[in-house]
């Protein structure tokens, strides 16, 4: 009988207080169960998490981001010293306007926010991060530009002083004495000196301004500028080593690290039309470079568009072609190593993975004359 009233009043006191705790939740709605309280201050637990982490992520983006700017800010003064930047002064404008709306929405983070209320703020913050490493990369861009512009630039001088040092001309030729066959040649005298001087030069490469991936009709008739990047034509070098009894040949090469070698070949001649420009003789070959050529006597010339095999396109250039190449000059304007084949190669001297600054090719009658042993150049 006890422990029945024991029972009954443990149970009226639970009654009360379950009531105490419904009678303090009454909000103008129906009351609050036990269970529904408990859930809610889960929920509340959980979107308090969430705000934490949403200010933390924002607080290391913002972090993250500064840092980013103040690196490109360096880059742009850099950059100013040879360009006017105010098309990239702009872009780090609006960039660093970006920076600044983003701790704004950081400080407007309620306590209370809803779930909704998060996951809208989470969408503008990312839409925000996004245009700011949007403009990030667009500044990168940019900067990356004008770097590229300078060392043409700079690359292009160092080339105009060269040619002055080495006596370059441009003249007339006519070398088959055809009506109306006269064409522009330019002449130099060799880096190395013991080869001399009075070479026709015939492809000159050193800053990539020029595209080297053209057609036939091109490579026939000859593209480029003759005061820069260029390639005479194939018609033109026929008619020139058609002149006389014998040509030799001499090509000069230089790598990204400034380093230099040549390949000299006492007998050249190419086909005509007809014969697709055939590389027929190369004669004895002497130099630094290493005979890459070797393997290409007895090949048609090739271009995209006159072909025998893919080499032309899968290399992005035109070549006397033999599956594919241990040299080719005018292919794709790379700057330094690959990872795949490619660029302007010239096996022997940098491997078929690393590819050269600047190229020349030249040709002129042979002179029989004893040569000194050559001078690096």
Same mark, same amino acid.
């Given at each position: ?62 972090? +993250? ?8 800010? %360096?880059?742009?003064? %850099? ?10 002064? @702009? ?17 407007? /983070? ?18 925000? /991060? @996004?245009?700011? &490493? ?9 900067? #990356? ?5 300078? %060392?043409? $630039? ?16 441009? +003249? ?5 004495? $055809?009506?109306?066959? !006269? ?24 800053? #990539?301004?020029?595209?080297? +991936? ?9 593209? #480029?500028?003759?005061?820069?990047? =260029? ?36 007998? =050249? ?7 697709? +420009?055939?590389? $027929?003789?190369?004669? @004895?070959?002497? #130099?630094?470079?290493?005979? !890459? ?20 396109? =899968? ?16 292919? @794709? ?5 690959? !990872? ?14 690393? !590819? ?14 004893? &040569?000194?042993?050559?001078? %690096?150049?």
């Amino acid at each position: 009988m006890t422990s029945s009233r024991a029972v009954i009043t443990v149970l009226v006191f639970l009654g009360i207080a379950i009531q105490g705790y419904e009678a303090s939740f009454k909000i103008g709605h129906p009351y609050r169960t036990i269970s529904s309280v408990a859930e809610s201050t889960i929920n509340s637990a959980q979107m308090g998490l969430q705000l934490m982490d949403l200010k933390l992520h924002i607080d290391q983006s913002i972090e +993250y981001l500064w840092d980013k700017f103040h690196t490109l800010l %360096e880059e742009l003064r %850099e950059a100013q010293d040879v360009s006017c930047g105010k098309g990239i002064q @702009k872009d780090i404008s609006i960039l660093k306007e970006k920076l600044i709306e983003l701790p704004n929405i950081h400080d407007n /983070l309620d306590p209370e926010c809803s779930n909704e209320d998060i996951d809208r703020l989470r969408t503008e913050v990312l839409d925000e /991060l @996004k245009a700011v &490493r949007e403009g990030q990369m667009h500044v990168s861009e940019r900067l #990356g530009n004008v770097s590229s512009s300078r %060392e043409i $630039k700079v690359a292009r001088l160092e080339h105009q002083l060269r040619e002055i040092a080495l006596n370059t001309q441009v +003249y007339m030729q006519n070398p088959d004495g $055809k009506t109306n066959g !006269s064409f522009f040649v330019k002449t130099t005298r060799a880096a190395n000196h013991a080869y001399g001087d009075d070479w026709i030069i015939f492809q000159q490469r050193y800053d #990539g301004t020029v595209d080297f +991936y053209r057609n036939w009709t091109e490579y026939r008739a000859g593209f #480029g500028d003759i005061g820069g990047e =260029f390639w005479l034509g194939l018609d033109k070098l026929y008619r020139i080593l058609s002149s006389g009894p014998r040509y030799e040949l001499l090509i000069e090469l230089e790598d990204f690290q400034g380093v230099t070698a040549y390949e000299h070949y006492d007998d =050249f001649l190419i086909g005509d039309e007809g014969e697709n +420009y055939v590389l $027929k003789t190369l004669g @004895k070959d002497t #130099g630094t470079a290493g005979n !890459s050529l070797a393997i290409h006597k007895g090949m048609n010339f090739s271009t995209y568009d006159h072909k025998t095999n893919d080499c032309p396109t =899968f290399y992005h250039g035109a070549w006397w072609f033999l599956q594919c190449y241990d040299a080719h000059l005018n292919a @794709k304007y790379l700057i330094g190593k690959q !990872s795949t084949r490619g660029g302007i190669i010239w096996h022997t001297f940098r491997g078929s993975f690393e !590819s050269l600054q600047a190229t020349k090719m030249m040709v002129r009658p042979l002179r029989l004359i004893d &040569r000194v042993e050559p001078i %690096e150049p």
